[in-house]
């Protein structure tokens, strides 16, 4: 912790509700990803595809998990670098 944020708690508070903001906003983006492969496994599951179509599904869906886990990964850092769990 920093000398002015020792002294200055509010600024503090401030940052921390930043980042609780900024971290709700890449949950809710997250969440449409994941409904997005919820609704492509869904459509997967229907059995109507090809093969070369099930491919293209399987790749989306692996694309937006890796978005998923680069969100998550990315927003958990706070300004100070620190990873919470």
């Known amino acids: 912790m920093k000398m002015d944020e020792k002294e ?9 509700l ?6 709700q906003k ?7 990803k994941l409904l997005l492969m919820k609704q492509l ?3 997967a599951k ?3 595809l090809i093969a070369r ?4 599904l399987n790749t989306r869906i ?6 998923v886990r680069a969100l998550d990964s990315e ?5 100070d670098g620190k990873i919470l769990e």
Request: glycine share 2%.
């Open 41 to 43: 496994s869904e459509q």
């Open 62 to 67: 692996n694309d937006l998990a890796a978005q």
């Open 53 to 56: 179509e099930l491919e293209e």
């Open 26 to 32: 890449m949950l809710d983006i997250m969440e449409e």
């Open 8 to 16: 200055n708690p509010e600024k503090e508070l401030q940052q921390e």
């Open 18 to 23: 930043q980042w609780v903001k900024y971290r």
């Open 75 to 79: 927003s958990r850092r706070t300004e």
């Open 46 to 48: 229907k059995g109507n």
